[in-house]
């Protein structure tokens, strides 16, 4: 039996269950010889949530302590490399890391004990699986893997099926959008530089935290407090009818594993302006703009204007980056993991 630890589904409107809903929907999908073997490690809420053909288990915090697992269980799949839930010796182990972000967004008296950390759940891995060669590279420079091989799987694509709806208050004219839980390593307190001298509104969503308050600074600092709204999260259907209608999408991160919303702006086909910082360029490649490396605020808007008037001009060719973003697919990756998984078994 396989077991995919999805227990970070509690934390909805985040990366994390993001990837645990998509490659675990996927899984059930491919209907692979593992099929018949899964069983997902979940919050009480999510059982059944990927209908009846596969098992559920719910997380209690005893689970912290020590891991019971039936002698059936064969492969623990850990969906994230800062887990909390260890299966016993014995039980092979898939590990995704998704990031070192600590590296960039910690002080550094604070990576010693993080990588630490981290360490041990290397150690412990037998299968090591990267979101990107940015985090690969991260671990191969920081970690010390005694002679395992870290594969890359990417993420996929996010398709949405149902229908898009608008918010029940939409901008009044044109406006950039962005989207992710508001924390510092989004950096998107260097976005309201962006509305000098024009008409447009910035629109960021996600889940809210005192760093808004930093943002709003900036947006004072600039006289555009009026036209910088931060929206809290949104249902996936308010955020793409965002996405699908916004002027630009931005995402200024200094620290990502990936990138989802990136290749949803893709699929879109909107102007995007990214930073430069872990796997952005990899992700974004030359499909997108990228702002100063230094987020200088003059540099960033002359590098905004001379972006969108390239998209105009028909700079950017939209049916190749549509392609791009249609490259990340969640059905490949989850049927890259149930060959991880059926070799272990």
């Known amino acids: 039996m396989v077991v995919f630890d999805c227990e970070r589904m509690k934390y909805p409107n985040t990366g994390l269950s993001v990837f645990c809903n998509h490659v675990a ?15 997902f490690f979940v919050p009480a809420r999510f059982r059944g949530v990927w209908g009846d053909a596969v098992r559920y288990r719910s997380v209690h915090l005893l689970d912290r302590l020590y891991l019971h697992c039936s002698p059936k269980v064969k492969v623990w799949h850990s969906a994230h490399q800062q887990t909390s839930f260890i299966p016993p010796a014995g039980i092979k182990q898939v590990l995704t890391v998704h990031d070192l972000n600590f590296l960039y967004e910690k002080p550094m008296k604070k ?80 976005l309201p530089v962006l509305l000098k001298g024009n ?17 709003m600074e900036e947006a004072e600092k600039y006289g555009v ?7 809290g ?28 919303p990136v290749v949803e702006a893709m ?20 499909h997108v703009f990228y702002f100063d490396h230094n987020f200088d605020p003059d540099t960033m ?7 969108m008037e390239i998209f105009s001009r028909g700079g950017i060719d939209m049916d190749l980056m549509r392609q791009h973003a249609l490259s990340f697919s969640w059905e490949r990756t989850a049927r890259r993991y149930i060959d991880i998984y059926n070799d272990l078994l």
């Open 25 to 39: 929907s996927n899984l059930v999908k491919q209907r692979q010889s593992v099929h018949d073997q899964l069983e």
């Open 111 to 190: 990576h010693r004990s993080y990588l630490a950390a981290l360490q041990k759940h290397i150690d412990r891995a037998d299968h090591i699986v990267a979101i990107s060669e940015s985090t690969r590279r991260d671990l191969m420079d920081n970690i010390n893997l005694r002679g395992k091989y870290v594969e890359v799987i990417y993420n996929g694509l996010n398709h949405f099926d149902g229908d898009i709806m608008p918010p029940v208050s939409k901008p009044k004219g044109k406006f950039l959008f962005s989207v992710g839980t508001v924390l510092p390593k989004k950096n998107f307190h260097v």
């Open 199 to 215: 008409d447009y509104q910035l629109v960021i969503a996600g889940n809210r935290s005192s760093y808004e308050k930093r943002i």
């Open 225 to 231: 407090t009026d036209r910088v709204s931060i929206i």
């Open 233 to 260: 999260p949104v249902t996936d259907a308010v955020k793409y009818w965002y996405i699908k209608n916004c002027s630009a999408f931005l995402f200024p991160s200094v620290a990502e594993g990936f990138g989802l």
């Open 267 to 286: 699929y879109y086909q909107k102007p995007i302006f990214l930073s430069d910082r872990t796997s952005l360029p990899e992700i974004g490649g030359n």
């Open 301 to 307: 808007l002359e590098q905004f204007h001379h972006g």
